[in-house]
């Protein structure tokens, strides 16, 4: 018989950091509010949680470099908007930031939420930051805390 490997989704105990962009704040605001909703229905302590705003999504990279280098959070959650302007400098910024934060935290082996939204319009950005489409900052906040607990149980 396999054995399964399933986490609960639990966060007693967890030091949590949350990086979130300013930019486009009328979205990231909302989606930091829906992360602090599921760290707080699945028992992570308001004291084990740091949030740290920097100016857009792509200095996210470097603040969640720095967070995980010191080795004092179990997990991150990333929290940015960023929207299609009339230039295609938005797919560059979401590229690097992706690729980077990824990189960061496999190389620190740190559970990661990722809830940058990348929306064409305004719309898609407001339908995912908690209306018709869910909130993208509960569901990284629930994807971290289950690896997490995953991480804890595939150290055997």
């Known amino acids: ?31 930091l509010k829906g992360a602090l909703d599921a760290l ?3 028992n992570v302590n308001k004291d084990n ?5 920097v100016p857009g ?13 010191q ?4 997990i991150v959650i990333c929290l940015g908007c960023i929207l299609k302007g009339a230039t295609q400098h938005h797919s560059l910024v979401a590229g690097e ?10 190389d620190y082996n740190t559970p990661l939420g990722f809830g940058i939204v990348t929306c064409d319009n305004l719309e898609q950005a407001i339908e995912r930051a908690g209306t018709k489409m869910g909130n993208r900052g509960y569901e ?6 289950e690896m997490a607990n995953l991480q804890k149980q595939l150290d055997y």
């Open 97 to 106: 930031s992706i690729k980077q934060i990824v990189k960061t935290t496999l």
């Open 1 to 31: 018989m396999p054995k399964i490997h399933q986490a609960k989704l639990d966060g007693q105990g967890l030091r949590t950091a949350i990086i979130v962009s300013r930019f486009n704040d009328f979205i990231t605001s909302k989606l």
């Open 40 to 42: 707080y229905q699945h």
């Open 71 to 74: 080795g004092t959070h179990n």
């Open 57 to 69: 999504s792509m200095e996210i990279a470097l603040a969640t470099k720095r967070t995980v280098e």
């Open 49 to 53: 949680i740091d949030i740290i705003w």
């Open 140 to 145: 990284a906040a629930m994807a971290a805390l």
